[in-house]
């Protein structure tokens, strides 16, 4: 399927090639990994993704007092931050970002991929009230079809988000092409880019699907 995609604009796209985040997904790959290594394993690795989807944020200049000076510091400025999980599979990168970032508020939106279709279904958001005045960190373990993802992209905006990141911890060059052209303006922050989908829209080589590795079911 990998003839098939579209060449992407210059798109933002950032993977994180740190040696431990690939330890980390590595290990995670595997097999053999159980459901409680899987989570553990999720959550650590989406706490170091935490830093490059913060990276851009800006900051001020504030005068503080240490135990044995006066000085200049710095502190976040303005933006506010939302963590926006997919379900179910997003809340698993959600925890680990929420260790990092325990003032963000949260939203969720649901959706499900049709079987046949292989497009979005949704069946739940609910989202902060002052969404529009935020900053978005778009969460989702997987960047397959990039439908999803540029669905619930698509609700985000017209709510009044301008400024968000979509982190995953795997993509597919398909995801990475079909999102690129669908929202230019909103950089990307993977694990890795894998070498394709299969004909069931899967990840290859990929880990599975994390929403099943994740909570233990089939």
């Known amino acids: 399927m990998s003839e098939n995609v579209i060449t992407p604009p210059s798109a933002p796209v950032v993977v994180l090639d740190h040696p431990l985040v690939q330890h980390k997904l590595t290990r995670l790959r595997q097999a053999s990994t159980s ?3 899987f989570r553990r394993l999720t959550r650590e690795i989406s706490l170091l993704m935490a830093y490059e989807a913060t990276r851009e944020l800006p900051l001020e200049t504030v005068e503080i007092e240490t135990p044995l000076e006066h000085m200049e510091g710095r502190l976040l400025s303005g933006k506010k931050l939302c963590l926006v999980s997919i379900l179910r599979a997003g809340n698993g990168i959600l925890d680990g970002m929420l260790d990092l970032l ?3 508020r949260v939203g969720h939106i649901g959706l499900f ?3 046949e279709s292989l497009e979005p279904v949704e069946y739940y958001m609910k989202l902060p009230e002052d969404i529009d005045a935020r900053f978005c960190i778009v969460v989702d373990p997987m960047l397959a079809t990039g439908h999803s993802a540029s669905a619930a992209i698509d609700r985000l905006k017209a709510a009044g988000v301008r400024q968000l990141v979509f982190v995953c911890l795997l993509a597919a060059p398909e995801g990475v092409a079909f999102l690129s052209v669908a929202h230019p303006d909103v950089k990307i ?11 069931h829209g899967y990840i290859r080589p990929g880990l599975g699907d994390a929403g099943d590795r994740l909570f233990g079911t089939r």
């Not at 922050?189 to 004909?199: K, S, Y």
């Open 35 to 37: 459901t409680a290594g």
């Open 102 to 104: 325990p003032a963000a």
């Open 113 to 115: 991929r049709d079987p």
């Open 189 to 199: 922050v993977t694990c890795a880019i894998d070498r394709e989908l299969d004909d």
